[in-house]
Each structure stands twice: as C-alpha cells, then as structure tokens.
C-alpha cells in the first residue's frame, strides 16, 4: 500500500517557481489582509458582506450586534486562519499573527465549558443546537477551524487554537456516535472528515481516525439521521437539496455515481480517500475508483470544473455538461485537487495527478483575479455578457469577478490552497519519493534512507523543461517516480547527470521510476513537450459538439472578445491549426497562442434566417489561459470553439 | 388602405384539404367533447385538472364545493365555446349545442344584476373585484368569452351568450375609464382587445372600438395604473413579472422591442394592428411595423415560436434563442398567427403570410398529437430527454405530449385555430381578392364586384400544385392577389385557363397581382416549388452556429432518435445534401426526408476528453415534419443539425 499522499512538512518546502511565488506574495501582502478586513465586515461588494468576525464577538459576549447569517461563517474563519498561517511561512507578518490570535482568543472566549464552538448555535438560536445538522454546518464549521488550528500550529508552534478544537471534538465525539445517549448523526456539509485525518497524522491519535470512520460509514445508513431532523423537508424539497444533495442518499459504499452538492461530494471523497488509504479499505477504496469513473469519464469540465447544475450547485446526469449556465464552483475544483491528491495515495495513476493540475491551474485559479482582490463563485466555459444579464437561468453567473461574497467560501478557499500549494508537489513511502506536480522549490525530506534535500527547477506552467538536483551526505537507494502529464503524450525526454536515458521501460502507472543508489548533486532533467494541443470532447457532450479546446501544458486556453470581437460563436479554428506562441507581459506575464488557421463566418445581416450560406472568411484567433479570462474588462468567452477539418 | 384582414364569413367556407379536415373532423368528433369531459373535471393528467365548468356553478349558486384557480378558467370556457360553435358548421351535433346552451344558461346565472361576470371574483373572491387588473385576468377571461359569444352567434344565430356579453361590456365600459369615478385600468393579459374589435366588426358599433382603443393607448401610460394596486409587488419582481412583462413599462406607441410574456404581447400586438388597420393610425402602425421587425427578425424561432426565456414565458433579448430550455408557448405560436394575419390589413407584404404559415405548421401545430388529446404548452426544438427530466432550468419542458394541464390554455386554442382556419385563407377589399394561404376549400364572397364563388384544389401543406377555379355569373373585374411564400423563392409558375402567365412584372409585396376581367370557369393554376431547402440562422444566433435546419415547403423538418439513434448532436448533414422525398402512411400520412449525405461522429469512447479526432463515417439521416415530433414515444429531438460543407 502506497502513501504518497504522506507530503513532506510544508515547513521544509520554499517555493521558487515564479509563478507561485508571485501569487504567494500578493496572497501575504495583499489578500490575507484584505480578507481580514472583509470578514470583518469592512468589504462592501453588490454580493453582500461579511460578519464572520463579528459573530465570534457576539457569540464571546464582546458584542451586542445582531447576529447576522450565513450559518457557517465560522468556515470563513477557519479557512482565513489556515492561509494566514501558511502565509507566514513566507511572509512572517506580526501583525496577521496578531489578528490570528485575536481570532484564536475570541474562539477561546466563545467556547463553551462543555466544548461546544459555534458562534451560530451560541450566539444566534442556542435552541436549534444538535437539532440541524443536516443544515447547521457545525461539523462543517468545526473541520475548518481544526485544518486552521492545526496550520497555524504546524507552522507557528502556537498550539492554543489546537487545544480549543480538540476539546470541541472531545465534546462532539461524546456527543455523536451509536452508544447510549449519543445522537447518530454525521455532517451536512463534510469537510471535517478531512480535518479529522489531517489531525490524526499529526497526533497519530487513532480516536480521530475512528471518529473520521463513523461520520463517513453513518453518513446515508438507513433509517438516514437527516430525515429525522424536524426541518429537514422544510428546508428543500427531497429531489434538490435533500438527500442525495447530501451524498447521504444511501451508505458511502454504495454510491455508484458522482451526485449531489458538488463541493459537499468533492470534500466527502476527498477523506474518505485519505480514509481507505490509511485503513487499506477494500471496499472503500472500491467506492471511491468508482466514484472517480464516474466524475472523470462522465461528469467533470476540461477545466477540471464540476458541479453543472446550477440549481442545487450539483452534479447533473451523465455527460450534461452545459458551458454557460453551468455552476462549476471554484471551491468544487479545490475540491479536486483535495481528492486527487488523496487518490494518489491509493493507486500509482498519473490521472490523479492530471486532474489535479487541470483543477489548480484551470478551474481553481480562475476563481480569483490578476489583482488577488476579485473572485468568482461560478466559473463558466461560455460568457455572453447580455445573456448573462438578462436570463433568470443565469443569475449565478457573473460576468465580472467581484470583490467579495455574502456566502463567502470560495475566496479564502482560494488563499488557502495557494499559500500551501507545495502540498501537491511530492508525495513519499518506503520505495521512494513521488514528484506529482512540477513546481519550482526547494525541499528537505527526512526518511528511513537519511536526509535529501531536492532543488527543483520548473518552467511550468509555461515551459516544460524540468531540473531536479539532489543533496545528500550519503549515496542512497531509492526510486525517483516522475510523473509524465497526460497532455504531453509520447513527448518527454529524460537525462540524467547530461546523460540522456531510455526510460519507456520504466513505467508505472504513467510515472518514470527510476530506481537507483543517488549520490549528491546527480541531477535529473526532464522535458516535457508543452505544444499546444486540440482536445475533442465525448460526443455525448451536446453542448461540446463540433468544438475542440484548446490545451498547452496544464493550462486549458479559451477566447475573448476583446481579442477576436463579438460573437465568438462565428470563429471556427482547424483541428490542424497552428498556433504561434507569444509572451504577453500583461496580468503578469502570460503565452499568448495566436492561429492564422481560424475562419470566421459572416452571417449577420439583417435576417434572423435565409437560405444563403453564411460568408466565411480567413481570420486570425488569438487564446489566452482560461485561468486568466475576464481580467480586462467585459466581454464574450468561450473555451469550446468550432472547428472545422 | 387595404383591409385585407377582413375575411369572408366562415359559414361561407367549405374546407376541403384532407390536412385541415381530417383535423377538423378529429377536433369536432373527439377532441371538443373530450375537453368538455376536461373542463367538467373529468380528466386527470400529471399537469393537473381544470374545474372551469364546476366553478361556474360555484359561481352560479348551483353548486357548493371549493372554487378551484387557476383564477383565468372562465376563459378555457371561452374557447371552448368559441372551437365547439365553429366544429358546429362542418360536424352539426346536437349534443354538443345542448352543452354549450348549457354553459349560456350558466353563464346567465352567473352574470350579477349590474351585468359583471367573472367567477373568480364572484365565487371566490368577490372583496377583490376591480383591486387586480393586473393578474386577476377578469378581461382577459371576458374577451375570451365574448370571442365564443361572437362565433356561437356567427354560426348558429343564437345569441342569448352574445347579449349577456354584451351587458358585461356596458358594465364594463361605464367602470373603466377616465372619467369621474371610473377606474384607468386595462387588461393584465391582452385579448379583450381582439375580441372588441371583432365585436365592433359584427356589430358596427363605434364604442367597442372606442372602448379598445381606450385599452391599448392607456396601457403603460404615467402613471401606470397596475403600480397603484396593492398586490402588484407582491406577485413577483418588478423585473420579471412586473410591467414589462405585462408590455405596460411604457405607452403602447413607445415600444420598441417584442418584449414581456409572449402570449400577452402577441394578442396585445393582434388588437392593436386590426385597431390600427381600422382608425388608420399612422403611429399606431409605425409601432407595430417596428414591432415586428424586432420579433421576426431578431426574437423568433425558425419554428415561429416566440417565448425563449422560460422564467416569465417571455421574449428574450436580441438573438438570445436557446433550442432546449425555450418556453415556446403554443398559445404564443398562435397569437403569432392572429398579428400576422392583422398585419396583412396594414400593408401587403408575404412575410405576414410566411410567418403566419410558419406559426400555423410548426409552432402552433407541434402543439397537439396526432389523436388529438394530448399536448404541448412548451415547444422545445431541441429535447433530450434524460437532460429534461434532471434539470431544473427545465422543469417546464416536457418530453411527451400530456392530455391536459391544470392551466389549460392551449389546447382549446388550438381547437379553435383549427376549426376556423378558414379564416386565415383570403383577404378581400375594394380591389380584389387576397389568397394569403392555400388551403383547399370552397368558398362563396360577396363584394361589390357582385358574387363570386372559388374553389381551391390544394396539395399544401404536401406539395405545391395549387388549382383556383372562379365562379360567377357575369363577368367581374377585379385583381386576384397571390401569395408567394418565400420559401419558393423564384421557382413558382402560374398559368391561366392552361395558359403560362409571365407574371414577373406582377409582383406587389411579394402577391401576384392579376388584374382583369374575370369569367365564370376562369382556372388559375399555381405551381409552388417545394423542394427543400437549408435555412441558416444568423451567426448572432449562437445557439444555432454550425447548425442548419431543413425545410419542405411550409414545414421545417426536424430529426428524432426513434429514426437516426441517439445522441443527435453527432450527427451532420451536408449543406449540399440531396433530399428523397418518401410518404410514409403513419401518423395520418407525412412526407419524410431521407438523405445520404449525412455523417455521423463516432466519439463515444471511454473517455470524456481526448487528443484524438472522433471517427466520422457516412450515414443515412431521416427528417420528419417538426410538428409531429414526439408522436412515437419519448426520445431526442433536433430541428438544428450540425452541417459540413
């Protein structure tokens, strides 16, 4: 059994791969303060605001405000805690510190001297306590609160916001289980599945483990816990937000199709993965490869987004996959890369590795602007702007990322993942250390082999040329496994210390192993062809039918009107075209694709229909990453264009 | 002025194409006793039951259960009457008669001491009268009445149903008004408008006309009168249910778009341009003509639908005309009909006829199944059944035909379009004869001319041999005006008395025009090229690019599963395609369209995404007429194919 999801300690990772680093930095210096300010209800946007801060306030008695809802602003908290943790790790900033402690005694004040911590079920209707989970988001709440305890721990030492959420969980572990008086109910909203895994792998403390077994084993037993909660209808007819929307329509292990709330799912599997690979499950990890089937070959954008309902922000049926009216949430993508980078722990397959960069630099990180400032919630493959506006179908969409949200999880969700984005590089056990993800860092690991530090060079996402040195005092044995991108094919060339070597015998699950005694300085370069390639979508996807997207490296490539014009559904490109890269040095440097081989059809006169054949005309088609679209100004988008042979 | 709207009396006009009489024959011998069975309660289906009868016993004192909304029932009564009196003229049923007596009677008990009448607002809401012109449809169902009022007179000379109408109107037009304690209310739903102006047609009487005109130049005028009723908010946002919606967000004359729900803007738009036609308004008219130009050149389907945006069964923006989760009411198909056929009184133009003969064969007939007892209200022109029964933003589609819904207002629409589609055959004025449509019928007109009989032999809408024979006692000058339907574009022929006519240098609007001396056994014989042909919609259209559609003479042709497999999206037709043309016998006898110019992709592997081109192979496509789609079972639909050149 693998582990490669055990990741070194974030701590011992610097990265240095411009790109990152860059983000990192405005993510510091920027943003965590921004975000501080916003949920203390100092961000004003047309998409509300928040009063996550001020809750915990009125909840800790500082306060005699009403309390204002969302529920599970608590989450926000939590969330901003564990970025702005992560944060100092390259920006140590005293003065965030401060407001994490701040926050850290607040949560201190509003605990209860039986455990409990929810500013929701304090502070607003104490009455409701234990009588809502399938809404309440209290375990939600509490997972996030831990994944922020235990960072701020891991990379301050201060163990303060730790001990409180470990006597919340005490108490909630007292509270819920099977045993006489105890209530059998599990989370609405998983999340702390994950938390309670991370936990137990820092604390080795196997009551986490076991508490993590029984919220995802209950979750959907019959009689379902949920249904027996008073206002469990009340809230949502049965079919949209019940309980499937929950993934608890029937037990974990008998989910045959990725369904329901799509972050809610992406978060479920995600520890449920990090379950079955620490309990070696059979069963489980049957589930989750079923599950993964049933998103990736069926259910998932080339972007890496999921969730294309919007009603219900969920899953819809198998191979419906609308590009304008979709939901495909930011933090369902991060959702993702949670889960991918889990499955890694269970089976050797660059296909986990795959989706996971497709989700990081595609669906995720277009949820946050050029400035770090501005976010999408919803993140579409097509955008007509006037559409948008006008149809009650499309009020989700936006058009214009904005500042922040009311229901605010997406942005620091956001922060979170890019402050700690060194967690998907490598992965580690006995046989080896596994290179997922090609990020330039540099990195110290410890194992039974000794110590080894790794320097990586990278040129991604731009550029394919990979340089990994190696530094140890002592030669040692172990196997490199390098994980080839699905995207580059056949396309890869290997040299190790300048020499180049025939690697095509040494694949596992579309990684390179090799397998040898390293000594110091042995240097491994790795190139990996980044031309951009045409992508064909299942036929069974109506709406892709007759398109192809356009892909170089990880990064999905889409139009946009201020590059090409209006009525980017007239623009066909060749499925041979070929495409001129260039670097832009706008919204921080980016490769341009240009194609002459684009035609564009000049239908639009006065008629709304004829019988002539629409002109078409040679024209030039300019693509820029999706990851970047609608960061200068409004305008049509698409990633699937019509092509022609 | 031409006043060409001004139809010969039904009574008058024998049809004699199999088409319309078999349909005819269908709708007088099962389908208008079967919705007397439905709007006595008697007919259960998923979309509900009407009580339309029931409640006017209610209503009438004769009866004591709860009254059942919809609130606008009275006017399926309406209808019905209207469709029963004119099934009457070809198919005499006593039964039927006694019914609709029946009705008369109640109508009578209903109608209170003042002349008011509207069972909603005696029955059950009596506190409400006149405080919702706005929703409460009270002269909506009074026009709908007063139009069955109008054709039980018109065909049986009884007209107890036409006074009480009558009285209604007086109570009416004392109430509403300008004048010192008279409400400035209109009608929340249009259509009393219609109905006046065929009431002031049959009866000469100026203040019908008045009383219309007062309606239509009120409506929307500062302030708008349905902002100062209570409930107006309370109905629905001011965005998509309020005044625009309701075609009242300005003065009637400064429209300037098709907008709001569909069905209220085309019967709006019908009252207006026979008012138009009438008083010689040249604003009035100036209006309409813009109206029209934006409803048919920018806001239609290809099928004549009108309605893209289902929240508010409403006109969407410019060119925003999505195939699958369109609204496409059948009721607006048919107010299409009734503005188009009003429109030929403003200006002779074909595209009026071409739009109303689109309407008539596609839009509105898709409406009802081939038996005659089930129905549409949505008309889709893209289905795919699975997605249908998931979505959410689809929930208003359905797949099959049902037999009738709770809000019934379509199907005795259609019952009384088919059983009058006498009327939209001929147009007369002071210079001759109009022929808008071929239809095979006999027909007897007196003009000032002096008598003239016709007889149309017609092969629509199968085939395009059209034969007129004139009768008459002495000879008669006068132009004989024919239509040429676009869709012939130059490829038609005209012969008189076997002679070929060069009539190039005749043309007027798009009419023939044949000015002469007529004589008795004069034979006009028409020939209309029907071969098919590929329609390209506008490139704005984004919904349709890299589609054609197909059309035979008056039908647009659409593709279904149970003939071509699933997953229509796969497959293409070349725009060059060559059409076999084969009658097939099902479904009371269709021409179906075969090419063999068609492909088919074969992308469905394992794989969502590939880097591989799908496979295409040459493949057979069969085409049948879009208003028989979803006769044989539930499966996809397409009007729109992908094309390759």
């Given at each position: 059994m693998l582990k490669n999801y055990d990741i070194p300690d974030l701590k011992r990772i610097r990265i240095e791969a411009p790109f990152w680093k860059e983000r990192i930095q405005v993510a510091a210096e920027k943003v965590i303060p921004f975000q501080w300010e916003a949920i203390n209800g100092r961000v004003e946007s047309e998409a509300g605001r928040s009063f996550a801060v001020r809750n915990l306030k009125i909840a800790g008695g500082l306060c005699n405000e009403k309390y204002e809802e969302p529920l599970f602003q608590d989450s926000d908290i939590g969330k901003w805690v564990e970025a702005a943790s992560y944060s100092l790790l390259y920006h140590p900033n005293g003065e965030i510190e401060s407001h994490i402690d701040e926050v850290v005694d607040l949560l201190e004040r509003v605990q209860l001297p039986d455990g409990y911590l929810n500013s929701y079920f304090i502070a607003a209707h104490p009455e409701k306590r234990y009588k809502n989970f399938a809404w309440g988001h209290e375990l939600y709440c509490c997972g996030h609160l831990l994944e922020g305890a235990l960072a701020y721990y891991q990379v301050t030492g201060k163990d303060k916001m730790l001990r409180i959420m470990e006597r919340y969980l005490e108490h909630l572990m007292k509270k819920l289980g099977h045993g006489e008086g105890q209530i059998p109910a599990y989370s609405g909203h998983p999340e702390i599945e994950i938390a309670l895994m991370r936990l137990y792998h820092a604390t080795k403390e196997k009551k986490y483990l076991t508490f993590c077994k029984y919220l995802i084993n209950e979750r959907g037993r019959e009689p379902v816990y949920f249904e027996s909660e008073s206002g469990f209808d009340k809230e949502g007819d049965i079919k949209w937000m019940g309980l499937d929307y929950m993934v608890a329509d029937k037990p974990f292990l008998n989910q045959e199709n990725a369904t329901g709330h799509a972050v809610r799912a992406m978060y479920l599997y995600a520890g449920a993965a990090e379950l079955a690979a620490e309990t070696q499950d059979e069963m489980l990890e049957q589930t989750l490869y079923r599950l993964w089937e049933s998103t990736i070959r069926r259910r998932v954008y080339v972007t890496a987004g999921v969730g294309a309902h919007a009603y219900g922000e969920r899953f819809s049926i198998d191979y419906d996959l609308p590009n304008d009216s979709c939901y495909t949430e930011t933090c369902a993508s991060i959702g993702l890369v949670f889960w991918a980078q889990r499955m890694q722990g269970l089976k050797l397959d660059t296909e986990y590795g795959d989706w996971l960069e497709r989700a990081v630099y595609n669906g995720a990180l277009s949820g946050i602007a050029v400035d770090g400032e501005h976010y999408f919630y919803v993140n579409p493959l097509e955008v007509r702007p006037d559409v948008v506006h006008y149809r009650y179908d499309m009020k989700h969409v936006k058009t214009q990322r904005v500042p922040w949200y009311g229901c605010c999880c997406c942005p620091p969700n956001l922060m979170r993942m890019i402050t700690s984005i060194g967690k998907i590089i490598y992965g580690k056990d006995d046989s080896g250390l596994f290179i997922h993800q090609y990020i330039g860092n540099q990195c110290d690991i410890d194992w039974k082999q000794g110590q080894c530090s790794i320097t990586m060079e990278s040129g991604f996402p731009w550029n394919g040329n990979v340089k990994i040195t190696l530094?140890?005092?002592?030669?040692?044995?172990?196997?490199?496994?390098?994980?080839?991108?699905?995207?580059?094919?056949?396309?890869?060339?290997?040299?190790?210390?300048?020499?180049?070597?025939?690697?095509?015998?040494?694949?596992?699950?579309?990684?390179?192993?090799?397998?040898?005694?390293?000594?110091?300085?042995?240097?491994?370069?790795?190139?990996?062809?980044?031309?951009?390639?045409?992508?064909?979508?299942?036929?069974?996807?109506?709406?892709?039918?007759?398109?192809?997207?356009?892909?170089?490296?990880?990064?999905?490539?889409?139009?946009?009107?201020?590059?090409?014009?209006?009525?980017?559904?007239?623009?066909?490109?060749?499925?041979?075209?070929?495409?001129?890269?260039?670097?832009?040095?706008?919204?921080?440097?980016?490769?341009?694709?240009?194609?002459?081989?684009?035609?564009?059809?000049?239908?639009?006169?006065?008629?709304?229909?004829?019988?002539?054949?629409?002109?078409?005309?040679?024209?030039?088609?300019?693509?820029?990453?999706?990851?970047?679209?609608?960061?200068?100004?409004?305008?049509?988008?698409?990633?699937?264009?019509?092509?022609?042979?």
């Amino acid at each position: 059994m693998l582990k490669n999801y055990d990741i070194p300690d974030l701590k011992r990772i610097r990265i240095e791969a411009p790109f990152w680093k860059e983000r990192i930095q405005v993510a510091a210096e920027k943003v965590i303060p921004f975000q501080w300010e916003a949920i203390n209800g100092r961000v004003e946007s047309e998409a509300g605001r928040s009063f996550a801060v001020r809750n915990l306030k009125i909840a800790g008695g500082l306060c005699n405000e009403k309390y204002e809802e969302p529920l599970f602003q608590d989450s926000d908290i939590g969330k901003w805690v564990e970025a702005a943790s992560y944060s100092l790790l390259y920006h140590p900033n005293g003065e965030i510190e401060s407001h994490i402690d701040e926050v850290v005694d607040l949560l201190e004040r509003v605990q209860l001297p039986d455990g409990y911590l929810n500013s929701y079920f304090i502070a607003a209707h104490p009455e409701k306590r234990y009588k809502n989970f399938a809404w309440g988001h209290e375990l939600y709440c509490c997972g996030h609160l831990l994944e922020g305890a235990l960072a701020y721990y891991q990379v301050t030492g201060k163990d303060k916001m730790l001990r409180i959420m470990e006597r919340y969980l005490e108490h909630l572990m007292k509270k819920l289980g099977h045993g006489e008086g105890q209530i059998p109910a599990y989370s609405g909203h998983p999340e702390i599945e994950i938390a309670l895994m991370r936990l137990y792998h820092a604390t080795k403390e196997k009551k986490y483990l076991t508490f993590c077994k029984y919220l995802i084993n209950e979750r959907g037993r019959e009689p379902v816990y949920f249904e027996s909660e008073s206002g469990f209808d009340k809230e949502g007819d049965i079919k949209w937000m019940g309980l499937d929307y929950m993934v608890a329509d029937k037990p974990f292990l008998n989910q045959e199709n990725a369904t329901g709330h799509a972050v809610r799912a992406m978060y479920l599997y995600a520890g449920a993965a990090e379950l079955a690979a620490e309990t070696q499950d059979e069963m489980l990890e049957q589930t989750l490869y079923r599950l993964w089937e049933s998103t990736i070959r069926r259910r998932v954008y080339v972007t890496a987004g999921v969730g294309a309902h919007a009603y219900g922000e969920r899953f819809s049926i198998d191979y419906d996959l609308p590009n304008d009216s979709c939901y495909t949430e930011t933090c369902a993508s991060i959702g993702l890369v949670f889960w991918a980078q889990r499955m890694q722990g269970l089976k050797l397959d660059t296909e986990y590795g795959d989706w996971l960069e497709r989700a990081v630099y595609n669906g995720a990180l277009s949820g946050i602007a050029v400035d770090g400032e501005h976010y999408f919630y919803v993140n579409p493959l097509e955008v007509r702007p006037d559409v948008v506006h006008y149809r009650y179908d499309m009020k989700h969409v936006k058009t214009q990322r904005v500042p922040w949200y009311g229901c605010c999880c997406c942005p620091p969700n956001l922060m979170r993942m890019i402050t700690s984005i060194g967690k998907i590089i490598y992965g580690k056990d006995d046989s080896g250390l596994f290179i997922h993800q090609y990020i330039g860092n540099q990195c110290d690991i410890d194992w039974k082999q000794g110590q080894c530090s790794i320097t990586m060079e990278s040129g991604f996402p731009w550029n394919g040329n990979v340089k990994i040195t190696l530094g140890m005092q002592e030669r040692q044995h172990f196997t490199l496994y390098l994980r080839i991108p699905s995207w580059t094919e056949n396309s890869w060339l290997v040299k190790i210390n300048g020499k180049s070597e025939t690697c095509r015998d040494k694949l596992t699950g579309g990684y390179i192993c090799l397998e040898r005694e390293w000594s110091d300085q042995d240097e491994i370069e790795i190139y990996f062809d980044m031309s951009p390639r045409i992508i064909y979508a299942n036929q069974a996807v109506a709406e892709d039918s007759g398109c192809v997207a356009v892909q170089r490296g990880p990064l999905i490539y889409c139009v946009e009107e201020i590059d090409n014009g209006k009525m980017l559904q007239s623009i066909l490109i060749k499925d041979s075209a070929v495409f001129k890269e260039s670097w832009k040095t706008d919204m921080n440097g980016y490769i341009e694709l240009v194609t002459e081989d684009g035609m564009k059809e000049k239908g639009e006169g006065v008629q709304l229909y004829s019988y002539g054949k629409p002109e078409i005309c040679q024209t030039q088609v300019k693509l820029l990453p999706y990851f970047l679209w609608g960061n200068r100004g409004e305008g049509e988008m698409r990633v699937w264009i019509r092509y022609s042979v």
